[in-house]
């Protein structure tokens, strides 16, 4: 990894806000998952959430694991699951649906630590998550079509809240918010891929890295990672009857 390059994750890091997140409800269009995380990684989240649709949840998983080299993604088995989860983390919980008690989306203080549900292309939010949630918002609209793209709506709130940490300062700063062996985790596996990949599949810790990005391990860990598997073969005689 070149100095330039371990400067440049590093400042990357320092703007990700790691109390802001989306959460997918059976996003089902591969699509649609890709952009919803490449703007997450625009704004700066650092982690989504999704619960998968029961079928193509295999496919859904390998396109989104390919959109999303810079941000984290978390899966959930249930609404209920993914809401608690994000709930106990403090964090205010948004629905876009059109109800009467939503509010635009523009009213909300996304400089509080924020979760918005992203309903899925066929249904939508279900009940039982707009149950959960504590406010619906909703993008005003002057048109004959009275939904937006789930894409394109998750942008336009995802900005809106960029907007609003922006003004406040929550993007200036100098070390992330992240904790230590996150760090060392995004920088060894973007910085040192090859070797990443080879530590995964022996089960090997990632190493720490120095102040230019530079693997710092000791003898033992390189014999690990450089010593190849012994495959065993096992040998069947036949015994003459």
Same mark, same amino acid.
């Given at each position: 990894?070149?100095?330039?390059?371990?400067?440049?994750?590093?400042?990357?890091?320092?703007?990700?806000?790691?109390?802001?997140?989306?959460?997918?409800?059976?996003?089902?269009?591969?699509?649609?998952?890709?952009?919803?995380?490449?703007?997450?990684?625009?704004?700066?989240?650092?982690?989504?959430?999704?619960?998968?649709?029961?079928?193509?949840?295999?496919?859904?998983?390998?396109?989104? $694991?390919? +959109?999303?080299?810079?941000?984290?993604? %978390?899966?959930?088995?249930? *609404? #209920?699951?993914? @809401? /608690?989860? =994000?709930?106990?983390?403090?964090?205010?919980?948004?629905?876009?649906?059109?109800?009467?008690?939503?509010?635009?989306?523009?009213?909300?203080?996304?400089?509080?630590?924020?979760?918005?549900?992203?309903?899925?292309?066929?249904?939508?939010?279900? $009940?039982? +998550?707009?149950?959960?949630?504590?406010? %619906?918002?909703?993008?005003? *609209? #002057?048109?004959? @079509? /009275?939904? =937006?793209?789930?894409?394109?709506?998750?942008?336009?709130?995802?900005?809106?809240?960029?907007?609003?940490?922006?003004?406040?300062?929550?993007?200036?700063?100098?070390?992330?918010?992240?904790?230590?062996?996150?760090?060392?985790?995004?920088?060894?596996?973007?910085?040192?891929?090859?070797?990443?990949?080879?530590?995964?599949?022996?089960?090997?810790?990632?190493? /720490?890295?120095?102040?230019?990005?530079?693997?710092?391990?000791?003898?033992?860990?390189?014999?690990?990672?450089?010593?190849?598997?012994?495959?065993?073969?096992?040998?069947?005689?036949?015994?003459?009857?």
């Amino acid at each position: 990894m070149t100095p330039d390059r371990f400067q440049r994750i590093h400042e990357v890091l320092a703007t990700r806000q790691p109390d802001l997140t989306v959460c997918m409800e059976e996003v089902h269009k591969p699509n649609n998952v890709s952009a919803i995380i490449r703007t997450a990684d625009a704004v700066g989240v650092h982690k989504v959430h999704a619960v998968w649709p029961k079928e193509g949840m295999r496919v859904l998983s390998h396109t989104s $694991a390919g +959109a999303r080299n810079w941000v984290e993604l %978390d899966t959930h088995d249930s *609404m #209920v699951e993914a @809401v /608690q989860a =994000l709930k106990d983390q403090g964090m205010q919980v948004l629905a876009t649906n059109l109800s009467d008690t939503a509010i635009d989306f523009r009213e909300v203080d996304y400089t509080k630590p924020t979760a918005i549900i992203l309903g899925g292309e066929k249904n939508g939010i279900t $009940a039982e +998550a707009l149950s959960m949630a504590d406010q %619906d918002i909703i993008i005003p *609209m #002057v048109g004959m @079509v /009275q939904s =937006l793209n789930v894409s394109v709506a998750s942008a336009l709130i995802l900005y809106e809240a960029q907007r609003q940490r922006q003004n406040a300062g929550m993007y200036e700063r100098e070390k992330t918010l992240l904790p230590d062996d996150v760090v060392n985790r995004i920088l060894f596996e973007r910085g040192h891929p090859v070797l990443a990949k080879v530590a995964k599949q022996k089960g090997l810790p990632y190493p /720490q890295l120095d102040d230019e990005g530079q693997i710092v391990a000791d003898e033992t860990w390189w014999a690990a990672m450089q010593a190849k598997k012994v495959k065993t073969r096992q040998l069947v005689t036949d015994k003459d009857e």
